[in-house]
């Protein structure tokens, strides 16, 4: 399962907009152009579905910068933000989950839906359906007759009853949502020592930040030392310097916390250099490996601006990085059975040039984000009869700066 469609209507500058996504989804649009109220949007509806829920309720102070700042011809502002979301496989449409919020003084649910593809059926049908009030319908799930109950008007019900519908589709749309990750690596935090037990029973999911790298990287040596080598070996490949990366617990000294560092030849195993002493180009690149290799929480991994402080020949490998979480994950579907997808914004034409539209059309795809004279962000389909002609002629990083000079 991915997420195949993605519609937002009223949110900031997301006007109304409706995208079609692959496994890699790349958006590329100078400063400005609405690229990270993307990632703020999705960021928002994970948060209403499956975050903490006073980061949820912390959203109603937020109320008159969520909402559309353009107003209608009688100079009223919109009160309602809506989103919709698709979910596929192998191009076979799963399920669909719509969500309409109304924002005033605070955030209330307005209308709800989930609809799924049950077997033997044609088309989608109905798991609930809200209208105000708190009232949902359920349908399609064994004994197969609608029961009513209520829930807050200001709590989504897949929220509250997510993890309990009977109906795995159902289950499996919630723990989608639970699994976008917007990823922003703070790379002091990310070089700090972090709290862990010297023998953890599982993996913990890589905070959003990487504040936990230390923690995530010493779980992963410690139960799936597989992934582990994959990841340090993916690092040396595109770095090349850093020979060996090693993990360590401070039990021995009394401590509860991991570290990491790196073994690089010219100094050898007496010398290891810790993540202060790396560059930050380092740090970055290990955290996205972590990420996209390491962390099987993950069902939609969204990297604002990756090439961000990487010398040009790692962006060459940052792509192939790209390129392979996609595919092995394909392969590999994660522990919830979804492949892992990747949302990838930026602003520069040199990382695209690292990409080829024609060759890699089955799992990319390209927007290149504007706005209009509106002010609303508009995502063009690098494929669009308006963006073809400049591919005809140039590679896709240099089309891409020549339509924005």
């Given at each position: 399962m991915y997420l195949s469609?993605?519609?937002?209507?009223?949110?900031?500058?997301?006007?109304?907009?409706?995208?079609?996504?692959?496994?890699?989804?790349?958006?590329?649009?100078?400063?400005?152009?609405?690229?990270?109220?993307?990632?703020?949007?999705?960021?928002?509806?994970?948060?209403?579905?499956?975050?903490?829920?006073?980061?949820?309720?912390?959203?109603?102070?937020?109320?008159?910068?969520?909402?559309?700042?353009?107003?209608?011809?009688?100079?009223?502002?919109?009160?309602?933000?809506?989103?919709?979301?698709?979910?596929?496989?192998?191009?076979?449409?799963?399920?669909?989950?719509?969500?309409?919020?109304?924002?005033?003084?605070?955030?209330?649910?307005?209308?709800?839906?989930?609809?799924?593809?049950?077997?033997?059926?044609?088309?989608?049908?109905?798991?609930?359906?809200?209208?105000?009030?708190?009232?949902?319908?359920?349908?399609?799930?064994?004994?197969?007759?609608?029961?009513?109950?209520?829930?807050?008007?200001?709590?989504?019900?897949?929220?509250?009853?997510?993890?309990?519908?009977?109906?795995?589709?159902?289950?499996?749309?919630?723990?989608?949502?639970?699994?976008?990750?917007?990823?922003?690596?703070?790379?002091?935090?990310?070089?700090?020592?972090?709290?862990?037990?010297?023998?953890?029973?599982?993996?913990?999911?890589?905070?959003?930040?990487?504040?936990?790298?230390?923690?995530?990287?010493?779980?992963?040596?410690?139960?799936?030392?597989?992934?582990?080598?994959?990841?340090?070996?993916?690092?040396s490949d595109c770095i090349g310097l850093p020979e060996k990366l090693l993990v360590e617990h401070d039990a021995e000294r009394g401590g509860q916390s991991a570290r990491y560092s790196f073994r690089e030849a010219p100094f050898g195993e007496a010398r290891p250099v810790p993540p202060q002493s790396a560059s930050d180009g380092t740090i970055r690149l290990l955290a996205y490996l972590a990420l996209l290799f390491g962390d099987r929480s993950v069902s939609l991994a969204c990297l604002e601006e990756p090439d961000h402080g990487l010398h040009p020949r790692l962006m060459l490998h940052l792509a192939d990085v790209l390129r392979q979480a996609v595919s092995q994950a394909q392969d590999d579907p994660n522990e919830d059975g979804f492949t892992p997808q990747v949302l990838v914004t930026t602003h520069n034409p040199e990382f695209m040039d690292c990409f080829d539209l024609s060759e890699e059309r089955d799992y990319l795809q390209v927007y290149l984000a504007e706005r209009d004279e509106l002010g609303r962000t508009q995502f063009i389909p690098a494929t669009s009869g308006t963006f073809t002609p400049w591919l005809e002629r140039y590679r896709l990083g240099e089309a891409v700066r020549r339509r924005f000079m």
């Open positions: 469609r993605l519609q937002i209507q009223r949110f900031r500058s997301l006007y109304d907009v409706d995208l079609a996504l692959k496994p890699l989804t790349i958006i590329i649009g100078p400063n400005a152009s609405g690229k990270s109220n993307l990632f703020k949007a999705l960021r928002f509806l994970h948060d209403a579905v499956a975050g903490d829920r006073l980061e949820w309720q912390a959203y109603d102070s937020q109320i008159d910068h969520l909402l559309w700042y353009g107003v209608d011809e009688y100079g009223n502002r919109p009160r309602m933000i809506k989103f919709t979301g698709e979910f596929s496989a192998s191009d076979a449409l799963l399920g669909r989950y719509s969500a309409d919020l109304f924002c005033r003084d605070y955030i209330v649910v307005d209308r709800e839906a989930l609809d799924v593809a049950l077997p033997k059926r044609q088309g989608l049908s109905t798991c609930f359906r809200r209208l105000g009030g708190g009232i949902v319908y359920e349908a399609g799930a064994p004994p197969n007759k609608p029961f009513m109950f209520g829930t807050s008007p200001r709590t989504l019900t897949l929220r509250a009853v997510g993890p309990d519908l009977p109906l795995p589709q159902a289950q499996a749309i919630y723990r989608h949502i639970a699994g976008w990750r917007i990823f922003d690596v703070a790379l002091d935090r990310a070089r700090r020592e972090a709290f862990i037990p010297e023998y953890p029973e599982e993996v913990p999911p890589l905070a959003e930040d990487a504040s936990n790298l230390s923690a995530f990287l010493y779980a992963l040596w410690r139960l799936r030392p597989d992934d582990f080598d994959a990841i340090a070996e993916l690092l």
